[in-house]
């Protein structure tokens, strides 16, 4: 098999051994001798910070007519900056990513298919295929099926707002990876601590051992908002809540321990910028898929939900659907832990979903400092993270949006004392 490649500085872009990697993978998803490659950036600029995406494309370089159909997979690469590599400690964070689609999700489909359940068919299997990965140092990386050919896209919230369809369909992928979790914890216990050891907390200690001062200014532009809106009421009620100490609540909050009997392996990180959608000829989303797997966490599955509830979607639809939200999570985990042959009702109850609500649900506030500017950012003016990693200056809202990205504020704090977790 040979390359026929058509991007410039190429051996630049992927280095001898992902080339390697690359290679073997092709072979394995394609019977073609002669490869015609090409490559397209994988993401919107400014939509992963933690690596570099690209999109390759493979078709018969022998067929000069063009005949032949163009097949793409998505190579994800750990940053090769050393700089940046060492402020966003890429390696670890590219391992996680690797320990999660080769031993954890791995592990989940072959539990669910030793129950009898199929995930392909109704359990949990919202997540791209991984064909390969590499753990090299220097050279970590993920080979991963190509959602856009299933018609798969993500939401640009700028244009597109989430819907009730987008949130039902994350909701219920949400409850089936949570409830594999209860269900191989209460099941096979030594087996799944061994994979939720692979969970183990590194973004937020991340921030706390590095980024301190960048995340408390980003803390403190969330909350001066109050301030310029002449809202102190919601500005007390967060204070009260937060207490002095802002890492250590953090800690506390996102601690398997605090959570316990009900922690599991989470998402971590689960966004529009995280998932994507397919719809029908109507334009009604009909599938999702779940990916970015480098901040998993082994901690209380409301993590996951608050992410969407108070960070990604409407205060208008927030509030004409909240419990109706909550139910249909609760019910999609309670069948499928079911199914795999535990009881729902003794491993998590929905009252127990309210109640760490209640204890978790400041932790919206924590996480929307830094993930509301980036949500609501025009992706072209996001800036280059390699140049500018230590600019305290990167994720600040744009003046064309700031008063729909004030409001947004608002809608949250309100909504957050309103349901009483502030």
Known sequence: MTLNNEVPNIDEILGERIKTGLMKVLKSQSSLDNIKLSFEPGSKKGANFMGEIYRIFYEDANDSENKSQTSSLIL???????????KLRSRHIFLREIDMYDKVLSYF????????????ENGFNE????????????????????????????????KEPVTFDHMSLMLKALGK?????????????????ELANLAFEQYWTMIDSGYSSFYLDALKRLTDILEMEKRSDLLEKFNNAAGRDHFSNILRMISSEAAEPYAVICH?????????????EQGKPIEIQLFDFQFTRYASPVIDLILYLFCSISTELRNQHYEEFLRIYHE?????????????????????????LRKIGVYSIYVGALLLPILGSDPDKLPDIDNEASNKNCFQVAAESRKAYNQKVIDMFDDLARFQYI
Request: a neutral charge.
């Open 76 to 86: 994800k690469m750990a940053p090769r900056n050393l700089m940046r590599r060492e």
């Open 109 to 120: 489909h072959g539990f669910q298919l030793s129950k009898g359940v199929d995930p392909k």
């Open 127 to 158: 997540y791209p295929k991984c064909y390969s990965s590499i753990s090299d140092d220097l050279s970590e990386s993920l080979f991963l099926e190509d959602l856009l050919r299933r018609k798969f896209e993500m939401i640009d919230v700028r």
């Open 177 to 193: 990876f949570h409830a594999v979790s209860f269900a191989l914890k209460d099941q096979q216990p030594e087996k799944f601590k």
């Open 268 to 280: 971590g990180d689960l966004t529009t910028n995280n998932t994507m959608f397919c719809k029908d």
């Open 332 to 356: 999609s985990l309670s069948d499928l832990v079911r199914r795999l042959g535990s009881d729902p009702q003794t491993l998590f109850p929905f009252e127990r979903v309210l109640d760490q």
